[in-house]
């Protein structure tokens, strides 16, 4: 055991020009934890998600995987080069699949793997197989995503991001792209790997979700973490007003 947290973000705060978008944000998250992070549009859930695997890196603060800082200071070359290793450990589903549509889903889940990890066709192959079966679409594997419902676009973007045996999941608002009754088969598939003890990191703004799968919820507002703890406490006795106000709105829809 070690008193090293798994994820950890210290003092991060990001600014475009005169926007402050996160103010010294502090978190840890332990191995298997599954964190939701929930608040109005604006408040710098998507960018804190993104500032972990530096798609949007920080102004200042640092983020730490494993003991390993993600967002260190080095020449350029260098720098790419540790970001490029660090993110194969990272697994990201965006709010709108990012698959790439000339590719069917065999290839969008094999390039990666193949290019980065110098997997065989064949390894990768295998690789497609076990990741599609997690996800429910064995059958669809060698389907272009234009014959792809939206769930099933973003099923197989979590299968895609899963072959690269990613440590932590981030997820940024994984169904809020799609038709209400496809949202159900995208959430077995989360519910599924939070079983399995998947260290995930969740944006959302389904509290029914984050209140059943998740160990944590941080509510953020205004580029701060106003209040934090474990579902029940935040969604049933909350202490804040800002987080008092923004459950009222939501939880009566």
Not at 37 to 65: F, Q
Not at 216 to 232: A, Y
Request: hydrophobic letters at 40%.
């Amino acid at each position: 055991m070690t008193d090293t947290p798994f994820i950890e973000i210290r003092h991060a705060a990001k600014s475009f020009g005169a926007l402050e978008v996160l103010k010294d944000i502090n978190l840890t998250v332990e191995r298997g934890q599954i964190v939701a992070i929930i608040g109005p549009s604006g408040s710098g859930k998507s960018t804190l998600l993104r500032a972990i695997n530096e798609l949007d890196p920080l102004t200042s603060g640092e983020v730490w995987l494993e003991g390993v800082q993600i967002n260190k200071k080095l020449p350029h070359r260098q720098y790419e080069k540790h970001v490029n290793q660090v993110r194969q450990d990272i697994g990201m589903v965006f709010q709108h699949f990012n698959l790439f549509p000339h590719l069917n889903v065999r290839d969008n889940i094999t390039l990666a793997p193949k290019m980065l990890k110098g997997l065989s066709t064949e390894e990768a192959d295998k690789l497609a197989e076990e990741q599609l079966a997690h996800v429910g679409l064995s059958e669809k594997i060698d389907v272009y995503p234009s014959r792809l419902s939206g769930g099933q676009k973003q099923r197989v973007a979590i299968a895609r991001a899963l072959a690269m045996k990613p440590k932590v999941m981030l997820f940024d608002e994984a169904t809020s792209a799609l038709d209400p009754e496809l949202v159900e088969e995208v959430n077995q598939v989360m519910k599924q790997l939070a079983e399995e003890h998947m260290t995930m990191i969740i944006v959302t703004h389904e509290m029914d979700f984050a209140a059943s799968v998740c160990d944590r919820v941080l509510f953020m507002d205004q580029g701060v973490v106003v209040e934090e703890g474990p579902p029940e406490v935040i969604f049933k006795n909350p202490r804040e007003e800002r987080t008092k106000n923004f459950l009222r709105k939501h939880l009566s829809r």
